[in-house]
């Protein structure tokens, strides 16, 4: 009797022969409810960013900066960080480790249910802000309110 080799074991064992496992063991699980958003702060402002700084293009970068000025409350160095948590009690204890915050704009779609200490503006994302003129004005008029301006 002879044994037929089907072609998915023939390649099974031309790899294995060769040092390649087919498949691969999945990484351990790791701790879902754990959330990371990455901060910038100049002066008294914090941005809460879904991506590093470092990540956004120039005109992104340039943009957050500008908007930052606006509020004329960006007269210090600037400091970037990433914040990992997983309840909005921790992320609000790791934010009050930042030096005088007066107010936080959380750009993007972040966690909606935190609540801080001082000023809070949910803005939409860089991306959207250096396409949407609109929203420029829109986040410009909420600062304006919020900081009396």
């Known amino acids: ?6 072609p998915e074991i023939k390649t099974n064992l031309i790899l294995k022969e060769i040092g390649i496992k087919r498949y691969s063991l999945r990484p351990k699980k790791t701790d879902i ?3 990371t958003y990455n901060s910038f702060q100049k002066g008294a402002i914090l941005a ?3 991506k590093p700084f470092d990540n956004f293009i120039k005109e992104q970068q340039d943009l957050l900066k500008a908007v930052l000025a606006s509020t004329k409350l960006d007269k210090d160095k600037e400091c970037t960080e990433g914040l990992t948590f997983t309840s909005p009690d921790e992320l609000k204890k790791k934010l009050s480790n930042f030096n ?4 936080i704009i959380i750009f993007g779609k972040i966690w909606s249910n935190l609540n801080f200490d001082c000023l809070v503006i949910n803005s939409p994302s860089l991306s959207e802000l250096a396409l949407k003129k609109e929203a420029k004005a829109k986040l410009w008029t909420e600062i304006k309110n919020k900081l009396n301006l």
């Open 1 to 6: 009797m002879y044994l037929m080799l089907t």
């Open 100 to 103: 005088e915050i007066k107010l």
């Open 33 to 35: 409810s754990k959330k």
């Open 48 to 50: 809460i960013l879904d």
